[in-house]
């Protein structure tokens, strides 16, 4: 019997016909997980493991860097809600205060408490009254700002009531 060549097209097959035995071709060869002929690229087997370690690694230092970052800025942001609920406490004091002038826009001011838990806002600072206070606890050190808010710049937090 004659041998047969895989490269010569089978007897009957007409000119469009594919000259390559079927069984001995890939139909998808780039599907296929290894190397399909001679001249494909090598491919070998890798630490998949490995590979997975390292992007696992990657991964929760890269997490780790941004859930540091949020916390930074919830912390920022829990400071910043602290100063504003003090500017809102010491303020309600100063308003509920017995005031004896007229604030002007700018200028520092000083909250005092009497021992009959009553406050008063002064010009006096604690250190301008000499040797003995006349009240109870200097609570606050403000300035009035333009939109008569006031900006706390010394608050004495054991005077909280």
């Not at 890939?26 to 890798?46: G, T």
């Not at 490995?50 to 860097?65: C, F, H, R, V």
């Not at 003090?86 to 604030?103: D, G, N, Q």
């Not at 009553?118 to 009240?135: C, N």
Request: glycine share 4%; hydrophobic share 35%; charged share 25%.
């Amino acid at each position: 019997m004659p041998k047969l060549d895989p490269f010569q097209p089978k007897q009957g097959a007409g000119p469009d016909s594919n000259p390559i035995d079927k069984d001995k071709i890939a139909e998808n060869p780039h599907n296929l997980p290894y190397a399909h002929s001679v001249a494909s690229l090598k491919i070998e087997p890798n630490k998949e493991g490995a590979i997975k370690g390292m992007a696992l690694s990657a991964m929760y230092e890269q997490t780790g860097a941004q859930m540091s970052q949020i916390q930074e800025q919830v912390r920022t942001l829990f400071e910043q809600a602290q100063k504003l609920k003090e500017r809102v406490r010491i303020s309600e004091l100063i308003y509920e205060a017995e005031i004896r002038f007229e604030p002007v826009i700018g200028q520092h001011y000083h909250l005092y408490q009497r021992s009959n838990e009553s406050h008063v806002l002064s010009m006096v600072a604690p250190k301008d009254w000499g040797k003995t206070l006349p009240f109870e606890v200097h609570v606050a050190e403000v300035r009035l700002l333009a939109d008569h808010s006031w900006d706390v710049t010394f608050s004495n937090k054991d005077s909280e009531s």
